[in-house]
């Protein structure tokens, strides 16, 4: 089933405690504002103090006046009650929570639910109580009626004609699409040897290679040749006919951009190595070479710096405490309360060797691997972990904050203690730190450091206003503003930097609204920034400003974004929906327009996933595909090559070779149709399984298969769902006889 939709989120539990989630619907409340009720039924083998649950933050409150609502931080919440005392093995419990807005988007539901017995977190099995009633369950309620967002049966079944292709790759023209090939009249044993000759060229990854039989020679100026022979032979085998012979061509390729990156968050939801070497792979078969690591957060610190072990004992662990005095982190998102525990996303690390063994199978496949850890904001983990150092050696000097510091702000993600102070030097020497373990590691591991990533963005007002360090700082060095604050900062990361022969990259906000001479002294130390915002005028005023842009605009590229309005497609909205199309049209001249010599400093294109949605590596995959193959055209060819209705044809071939490698993908829903008294079905693919329900249950792929239309009878709803491998569908719904 799709992950996290209609089913348990929970984990399994040895104990028959228990606890169930479902929502009673959207409704008005007295001052005609939306809200809807949440209701947990807590079954418990024993007196409890209250249970805990990981959200998006809202404000809520308990219908029963005995119960008691705690943020213990933003998206971490807890219940308690007297009531809970009283609890006995067989009997429920039934706590409503009255929570403001509505319920439109399936990232509301809940997770990490569990238990607080004697002050400590016990697991629960947890479930999500299926949707049944969709229009009462998604419906929100407005001046202009109600509206659930579904996309039912008869819309679905446009889309879907509207949407197939018959288009099919020609030989060798795999996405991304090749500069050119030249055809042979002739066809030629398929190539079993590959020889590689080097050759000097200004254009990133070039190469040119003829087919003519068994014996291939490539010619390329790649730094990564074997990358170049993989995409060969995946073209290659592509083209072969039944008799094993491939179409003699000429070919000759090169990528527009030298920068093709993929960003992947394991700091709010964790990947075990084997996980993300998987991802590599993905990302090197259709010709990405950068990753974008992002594994320093508020939510975590994935990386073993080992002179400072505090990072990940304290910021790789997440579980139930309603103080900051202990060693790991307060839950978010996922886990089940119990820092230690080993089968949760919330927790985990990459040691030394493990991280060295993921940097060497990158570099096998020519992908290059930033990390990031982000600062002076999005820096709870690292802030927590060297207070902890703080606490248990009396040692201040790597000290990220101080005591005293009454500023009062709040995060794009509603914190309001992640903020390094820039004022002090124990940021700088924890960067140092920071930079000198990860030069040692790359180099043990024998593989290039591009640039670690310091992030920089997303500092919110008031930030250091409590802080009379900050205060002081402004005033000895003359700085006004609180944007000089931050550069002061970036500076002193880049020089930190630029020290030790590195560069760093940054977010949008390290090159925009500075001083020219910030840009003089910074910039030579900058080797990517990403623009992140909707498509605007920053990526433009980035590359005006002369910094290496990296087009990473939300509003295109952000893969952990809806698919599609539907509300049962997991994912985040606020960017928008960013569907399989989105990237293809991520184009430079749309999202940094200008001249030629603005163009010149646009030095690539990133896809990025955040994790706040993740849970397993079938969510990473399902965000990643098959929007991958719409960036890596743009990666490699900045500017339109295909039609819509040639990509999606693409796409679509692609499809069996995830299918049969166990890998999860995005499917649009069937759509579904009432025609002369029976029902129709169809799908916008070449080749899946639609599997339905004439009873108003879920479909699974035990369900009827449709292979002609349908006969309802009296039913009054029809539900259909596609399923092709390990992938499949939200489901669609066509209400008949009402």
Not at 26 to 41: A, E, G, I
Not at 633 to 655: C, I, K, Q, V, W
């Amino acid at each position: 089933m799709l992950s996290l939709a209609i089913v348990s989120t929970g984990l399994a539990a040895d104990a028959t405690e228990s606890i169930t989630w479902q929502t009673l619907g959207n409704r008005l409340n007295d001052k005609l504002m939306p809200v809807y009720t949440q209701r947990f039924t807590v079954t418990a083998d024993r007196p409890f103090e209250g249970f805990a649950f990981c959200t998006f933050k809202k404000y809520m409150h308990p219908l029963n006046p005995q119960d008691t609502v705690i943020e213990i931080l933003p998206g971490y919440y807890s219940v308690m009650s007297p009531r809970f005392a009283d609890a006995v093995p067989g009997q429920p419990i039934t706590v409503d929570l009255i929570t403001d807005g509505a319920f439109t988007r399936h990232a509301a539901v809940p997770d990490g639910m569990h238990l607080i017995v004697d002050g400590a977190p016990v697991r629960t099995e947890n479930t999500i109580k299926p949707f049944n009633a969709f229009a009462e369950q998604w419906s929100a309620p407005g001046r202009n009626g109600r509206t659930d967002g579904m996309v039912y049966g008869e819309e679905a079944y446009i889309i879907n004609d509207r949407l197939r292709s018959a288009y099919r790759p020609t030989p060798y023209g795999l996405i991304p699409t090749l500069k050119s090939v030249k055809l042979k009249e002739k066809m030629v044993k398929a190539p079993q040897k590959y020889t590689i000759r080097k050759v000097s060229d200004d254009r990133p990854d070039y190469w040119r290679s003829a087919i003519d039989g068994p014996k291939v020679t490539v010619y390329t100026s790649s730094e990564h040749p074997q990358a170049i022979i993989n995409d060969l032979k995946r073209r290659v085998e592509a083209a072969k006919d039944a008799n094993g012979l491939v179409p003699a061509a000429d070919i000759e390729d090169w990528a527009d951009f030298s920068y093709r990156g993929v960003m992947i968050d394991v700091a709010r939801n964790f990947l075990s190595v084997e996980d993300m070497k998987k991802l590599i792979d993905l990302a090197a078969m259709y010709g990405m070479n950068t990753l974008h690591f992002h594994v320093g957060e508020d939510e975590g610190w994935r990386i073993e710096i080992p002179s400072l072990p505090e990072l990940t004992a304290v910021g790789s662990r997440r579980g139930y405490t309603l103080t900051d005095d202990v060693p790991f982190l307060k839950g978010i998102y996922s886990g089940d309360g119990n820092p230690d525990a080993t089968d949760t996303p919330a927790n985990g690390f990459y040691t030394v060797d493990e991280y060295i063994d993921l940097l060497r199978y990158a570099d096998a496949r020519g992908i290059a691997v930033i990390p990031e850890f982000d600062s002076p904001g999005h820096s709870r983990a690292a802030i927590r972990a060297m207070e902890h150092r703080y606490r248990t050696t009396g040692d201040d000097s790597l000290r990220l904050i101080h005591d005293g510091d009454t500023s009062v702000y709040t995060t794009a993600q509603d914190f309001h203690d992640n903020i390094m102070n820039p004022a002090l030097e124990g940021p700088y020497r924890f960067w140092g730190i920071v930079f000198d373990d990860i030069i040692d590691i790359y180099k043990k591991a024998g593989v290039k450091l591009p640039a670690v990533h310091i992030g920089g963005d997303e500092v919110p007002a008031h930030a250091w206003d409590g802080s009379e360090a900050v205060q002081r700082m402004m005033a000895d060095k003359g700085i006004k503003t609180q944007n000089e604050v931050h550069a002061h900062f970036v500076h002193r990361v880049a020089d930190e930097a630029a020290a030790r022969g590195i560069k760093i990259g940054g977010w949008q906000e390290i090159a925009l609204g500075h001083s020219d001479d910030y840009n003089n002294a910074v910039r030579p130390h900058v080797a990517a920034v990403n623009c992140w915002t909707a498509s605007s005028d920053n990526g433009r005023l980035i590359a005006e400003a002369g910094y290496p842009l990296v087009m990473s605009n939300v509003d295109f590229l952000y893969f952990d974004h809806i698919t599609t309005r539907d509300p049962q497609e997991p994912g985040m909205s606020w960017g928008g929906i960013i569907d399989e199309f989105a990237p293809l049209h991520a184009t430079r001249e749309r999202l940094c327009p200008g001249s030629a010599d603005v163009s010149r400093n646009v030095a690539g294109i990133s896809c990025h996933i955040f994790s706040e949605t993740c849970r397993n590596l079938g969510m990473f995959e399902r965000y990643l595909l098959p929007r991958l193959l719409g960036l890596a055209e743009r990666a490699h060819n900045t500017e339109p090559t295909l039609s819509d209705s040639e990509y999606f044809g693409l796409l679509t071939a692609e499809m069996d070779g995830w299918a049969g490698s166990d890998t999860d993908f995005f499917l649009r829903q069937p759509g579904i149709r009432l025609r002369d008294g029976k029902v129709e079905m169809n799908h916008a693919y070449a080749d899946a399984e639609i599997r339905y329900t004439l009873d108003g249950s879920e479909p699974t792929a035990q369900s009827p298969l449709y292979t002609a239309p349908v006969a309802v009878g009296n039913a009054s709803q029809v539900r259909a769902r596609l399923f092709k491998g390990k992938a499949n569908s939200t489901t669609t719904i066509l209400n008949v006889n009402r």
